[in-house]
């Protein structure tokens, strides 16, 4: 990773450099290429600007200088305007010359086309070969507020006036740091700096945030990802952001399909898609919002609410309006979100009513009747601030908020830090009000659904989990060669992690047939059927040594009709093991996030149910029993009703277990399904097993 040191000479020459080349800048104001001059000099930025265009001695009236290398001095940062080719080679130019960063615009990098993959490597090597720094491709530049440095073509910047905050955004998309501007203007919430990352070529998204970790005008950090590429230095800005108390929320967008191609067990399915991407920023300590109005308006609600150790309780929320409807549409979204609209306890409600309020035993705290006036709100979130029983206060203030702001808008705002965390859902469509609580540090939302959704975020973040040890584990007897293992093979994987499997008996067809002591199932033994039931490949109920026979026949037979390229070497037979519940547990390699562990209520139908659990790999014991309380199937194990409790304390030891694999590179994914958890104290039992490994290294 980044050295403190470089972070530090990163954060100076990417958004405060002394003096930027502006390569291919367009004397064409109407043009893309045109606008970062402009924006320059109309923000009024200090620093020296070397407009470089080879075809004109003036640029939009000022000097053009035909190169980087003709320059007076050699600039911090290059922003290069100009097409892919070109911008290959003003990089080159670039890092010969000492430049420290050169931010591109140019798409033309990605794609499996010879010519982007050629560019691509050059930029690489480009990177490799000198102290270079590039951002993008197709990056749409660098915003430090502060500083008045607009180094970017987005039109949005066109605007004068940028509100100046505590806000850095962060964004895969160069578009959408130009939507969250504007957003923030009309919003009043401000920003630190806005970066473009594009293609990520060299420097990730990551990476450039943890290089502003230390800037005191950095409060927060607003992400908009399109993709968990750069995962590791995600990971490191986010454990740096957490010792310094500066909170992240992020917008995820995009869902890969590269892990679940490569997949042959129900894991890559249940764990191939967003859920991996909510475990691992979960797992980093960074909040995940689904609403692309909460990542801005849930930024001063976040900086109210620490993180915590563990996975916490959903948040418990107190509900004050002066609108009965808005009060209780508040109410129903954060419910639907995963929150706990409160019940005020009888002491809140004793001392509401002291105050002339009277409060029911519902969830809302109405205070139509008692009438819109500053004195009612004033005294209802002084005493519902302080009560224990809520983590956070929504006020909803209704139509008065657009018109009489005073009556129940400026109670809320000097309410704010009082207490427990305060946010603001304002009914009406009311710019003032919303403008009025956001200077005073309320979070103030439009919606009741972004409200609920910020709400959510900001209080599931914990503290960020270590990514464990990457030790090599010792997996006993794994073939030189890429591919799938067969059952017995992958039983051999389970022992070396100690996950339980059933016993079982091989067998040549046409061999000798041992003694069946109870119900087994027999099952065919490839590694080319990774999914034996669809295959005809297994017999259940089977009670004696013909029944043995007739199973290994019927699955000789069903193996010639379905898949007759595979031939019935060896056959498996096993106890049938009943237990209370079926579960999955298992692990894949995320080719973005990294190791990853799921649980989910198991069997053949576990992709439809998607009732999972998933955390990166590996971990430890109090995480698995957070895994397993999270699948509701197995919520009636924990005596539920009285129903028999099953061994819920052996399934997490195995979660725990198979996710040691993280430790082994070869393993690229595993999976135990299904799993019978038996009864309390009996603990759990693998009854099939499928593992895919990776080449020797």
């Not at 700096?193 to 005008?217: A, F, K, N, Y």
């Not at 010792?474 to 992958?490: F, Q, R, T």
Request: some cysteine.
């Amino acid at each position: 990773m980044t050295r403190t040191h470089d972070l530090a000479a990163l954060r100076g020459a990417l958004l405060a450099p002394r003096s930027v080349a502006l390569v291919g800048v367009s004397d064409d104001v109407r043009k893309t290429g045109a606008r970062p001059l402009q924006y320059l000099r109309r923000a009024g930025w200090a620093g020296t600007v070397y407009p470089v265009n080879p075809n004109r001695p003036l640029v939009q009236g000022e000097r053009a200088w035909p190169s980087v290398e003709a320059l007076p001095e050699v600039p911090e940062h290059a922003y290069v305007l100009a097409g892919p080719d070109a911008a290959v080679e003003v990089t080159r130019e670039c890092a010969r010359l000492g430049v420290q960063v050169v931010t591109i615009m140019a798409d033309g990098f990605v794609g499996p086309d010879p010519a982007s993959v050629a560019r691509a490597r050059a930029l690489q090597d480009i990177v490799a070969a000198h102290a270079v720094r590039v951002v993008g491709p197709s990056s749409l530049g660098v915003v430090n507020v502060h500083e008045r440095l607009t180094l970017t073509a987005n039109a949005a910047f066109g605007e004068p006036d940028l509100p100046e905050g505590g806000v850095f955004v962060a964004s895969h998309s160069g578009s959408v740091i130009g939507a969250l501007v504007s957003r923030g203007k009309e919003m009043g919430v401000g920003f630190a700096g806005l970066v473009s990352t594009g293609g990520e070529v060299d420097l990730s998204l990551g990476e450039i945030c943890l290089s502003t970790l230390d800037d005191p005008g950095v409060e927060g950090y607003a992400l908009f990802l399109e993709s968990l590429a750069g995962a590791a230095s995600l990971r490191e800005f986010a454990a740096a952001a957490a010792e310094r108390g500066k909170p992240v929320l992020a917008y995820k967008l995009g869902r890969s399909d590269a892990g679940a191609e490569l997949s042959v067990s129900h894991t890559g399915a249940l764990a191939g898609d967003d859920a991996v991407a909510s475990a691992f920023l979960a797992d980093i300590g960074i909040g995940r919002v689904d609403s692309f109005e909460a990542l801005l308006e849930g930024q001063q609600l976040v900086r109210s609410v620490p993180l915590r150790p563990r996975a916490a309780r959903a948040p418990r929320v107190g509900v004050v309006t002066t609108t009965g409807g808005g009060g209780a549409m508040a109410v129903d979204r954060l419910a639907v979100a995963g929150a706990v609209p409160q019940r005020p306890s009888e002491e809140t409600r004793r001392a509401l009513a002291e105050r002339g309020i009277a409060a029911d035993h519902g969830t809302l705290v109405d205070l139509t009747l008692a009438g819109t006036r500053y004195e009612v709100m004033s005294a209802a979130l002084e005493v519902m601030v302080a009560a224990p029983e809520f983590d956070v206060v929504v006020a909803v203030p209704g139509s008065s908020a657009r018109f009489h702001p005073d009556l129940a808008v400026r109670p809320i705002a000097d309410r704010a830090h009082t207490g427990a965390p305060l946010a603001a859902f304002v009914v009406p469509e009311a710019p003032e009000a919303l403008r009025l609580l956001r200077s005073a540090g309320v979070s103030a939302f439009r919606t009741p659904e972004s409200c609920a959704d910020a709400i959510v975020a900001a209080f599931s973040r914990r503290a960020p989990r270590p990514a464990g040890s990457r030790a090599p584990a010792a997996i006993p007897g794994l073939p030189d060669a890429a591919g799938v293992l067969d059952e017995v093979a992958s039983y051999a994987v389970l022992d070396a992690v100690g996950v339980p499997h059933a016993p079982f008996t091989l067998l040549a067809p046409g061999g000798d047939v041992p003694d069946v002591a109870g119900p087994s199932v027999v099952k065919a033994v490839s590694a080319r059927l990774p999914h034996k039931s669809d295959a005809g490949a297994v017999v259940l109920d089977v009670r004696d040594a013909d029944g043995v026979r007739r199973a290994v026949a019927d699955i000789g037979a069903a193996l010639a009709a379905t898949v007759p390229d595979v031939a019935l070497e060896t056959v498996m037979v096993a106890p049938m093991v009943r237990g209370l519940a079926e579960v999955l547990v298992g692990y894949r390699r995320d080719p973005d996030a990294g190791p990853i562990i799921v649980l989910a209520a198991g069997g053949v139908l576990a992709e439809l149910y998607r009732d999972r659990s998933v955390r990166t790999a590996p971990v430890d014991l109090a995480t698995a029993e957070e895994m397993v309380a999270e699948v509701l199937a197995l919520r009636a194990l924990a005596g539920y009703r009285g129903a028999a409790r099953g061994d819920l304390p052996a399934l997490a030891r195995a979660v725990v277990g198979l996710s040691q694999l993280a430790a082994s590179p070869r393993i690229a994914e595993a999976e135990a399904n299904p799993v019978m958890v038996l009864a309390q104290g009996r603990g759990v039992v693998a009854v099939d097993a499928l593992v895919r490994i990776e080449e020797e290294r």
